[in-house]
Antibody
C-alpha cells in the first residue's frame, strides 16, 4: 500500500525559505522508474506542477520557478524534500507530493497536502 | 511550456446525464494525457492515464479518448459522487502542466 504525507511549516514569512518534506511508504525511490513530484494549489485555483525527482536522481523543475526550487531525496529515509526560496504571499497554497512510475507517467498516488500560508 | 485548455470551465448536470469535458494542448502531446477528479479539501484522484486507460478501481462509466492535441473525458451516466472538479494534465513535456479545471455541479 503506497502512502505519502507532506510535512513542514504551515506559516512562513515573506522572503523566508520554505522546506517541505514528503515521507512515503510502500515503494522505494531506488526502484527503476519511480518518481516523486510536488504540485501546489492556491486556494480556489488550479493545480500547478512544481518539480519531480526520479529514482536515478534526475530532477525536473517548472521553468518559471526553477531559480527558487530545489528537490532532493533521501532514499534511506524514504523522503523527498522540496525547498522554495524567497517566499511571497502569492505562494500561499496547498502543497502536495505524489508518486509516479514509468515513462512520462501520471501521478497515481497523492499525499493529503499541506496548506502553507505566507504572511508577515 | 505546453498550455492545457479545458472546456467548459463549469458545467451543471443531473444524475444520469452523459457529460463530456474537453482538453486541448497547445502542441501535440501524443497520448500523454491524464485526467484527475478532485473533491473539496481532498487530493486529486487519477481517473484516466495515457488518454484512454482507466486507472484501477475507477468505475467504467469514466472513459477518455483523443490524441495529439484534442482529448475528451466522458462520464456515461452521472452519479451523485461524480460532482467534483476535473483536471487534465499532460505528461509529455516539462513542466507537466495541468488544465485550469472543470467544475461539475448539480443542476
Amino acid at each position: 500500500q503506497i502512502t505519502l504525507k507532506e510535512s513542514g511549516p504551515t506559516l512562513v514569512k515573506p522572503t523566508q525559505t520554505l522546506t517541505l518534506t514528503c515521507t512515503f511508504s510502500g515503494f522505494s525511490l531506488s526502484t527503476s522508474g519511480v518518481g516523486v513530484g510536488w504540485i501546489r494549489q492556491p486556494p480556489g485555483k488550479a493545480l500547478e506542477w512544481l518539480a519531480l525527482i526520479y529514482w536515478d536522481d534526475d530532477k525536473r523543475y517548472s521553468p518559471s520557478l526553477k531559480s527558487r526550487l530545489t528537490i532532493s531525496k533521501d532514499t534511506s529515509k524514504n523522503q523527498v524534500v522540496l525547498t522554495m526560496t524567497n517566499m511571497d504571499p502569492v505562494d500561499t497554497a496547498t502543497y502536495f507530493c505524489a508518486h509516479s512510475l514509468g515513462y512520462s507517467p501520471p501521478f497515481d498516488y497523492w499525499g493529503q497536502g499541506i496548506l502553507v500560508t505566507v504572511s508577515s | 511550456d505546453i498550455q492545457m485548455t479545458q472546456s467548459p470551465s463549469s458545467l451543471s448536470a443531473s444524475v444520469g446525464d452523459r457529460v463530456t469535458i474537453t482538453c486541448r494542448a497547445s502542441q501535440s502531446i501524443s497520448n500523454y494525457l491524464n485526467w484527475y477528479q478532485q473533491k473539496p479539501g481532498k487530493a486529486p484522484n487519477l481517473l484516466i492515464y495515457t488518454a484512454s486507460s482507466l486507472q484501477s478501481g475507477v468505475p467504467s462509466r469514466f472513459s477518455g479518448s483523443g490524441s495529439g492535441t484534442d482529448f475528451t473525458l466522458t462520464i456515461s451516466s452521472l452519479q451523485p459522487e461524480d460532482f467534483a472538479t476535473y483536471y487534465c494534465q499532460q505528461s509529455y513535456g516539462t513542466p507537466r502542466t495541468f488544465g485550469q479545471g472543470t467544475k461539475l455541479d448539480i443542476k
